[in-house]
């Protein structure tokens, strides 16, 4: 089984920057997909950006040019660096990671961080 921890949300200004982190611990053999999703109060879950085991990324319109995914194998972590943040992008941030341990294949997701964006 492999679990997910997020952590680096919190309460920025307008304009400000965050970094997210997820660590995926476990019997872990792969990470094929790695993607980050947030949800709204009252709104849908929605993916954000997600990045592939060659390094591929691609990103939710909403936040292109503001929001870098990025990984590090090493480490078991991916993540997740917002700038130029709008209040609208207040919402809890989900990590998500599928691939395989060493029995089956696996798609984990973290508990949320909370981002705020407020003045």
């Known amino acids: 089984q492999v679990q997910l921890v997020e952590s680096g949300g919190g309460l920025v200004q307008p304009g400000g920057s965050l970094r997210l982190s997820c660590l995926a611990s476990?019997?872990?053999?792969?990470?094929?997909?790695m993607r980050w999703y947030r949800q709204g109060a009252g709104k849908q879950r929605e993916l954000v950006a997600r990045?592939?085991?060659?390094?591929?990324?691609s990103y939710a319109d909403s936040v292109k040019g503001r929001f870098t995914i990025s990984r590090d194998n090493a480490k078991n972590t991916v993540y997740l660096q917002m700038n130029s943040l709008k209040p609208e992008d207040t919402a809890v941030y989900y990590c998500?990671?599928?691939?395989?341990?060493?029995?089956?294949?696996?798609?984990?997701w973290g508990q949320g961080t909370q981002v705020t964006v407020s003045s």
């Open positions: 990045i592939t085991s060659g390094g591929t990324t």
């Open positions: 998500n990671v599928a691939g395989s341990d060493y029995v089956r294949r696996y798609d984990s």
């Open positions: 476990g019997s872990i053999l792969s990470m094929d997909y």
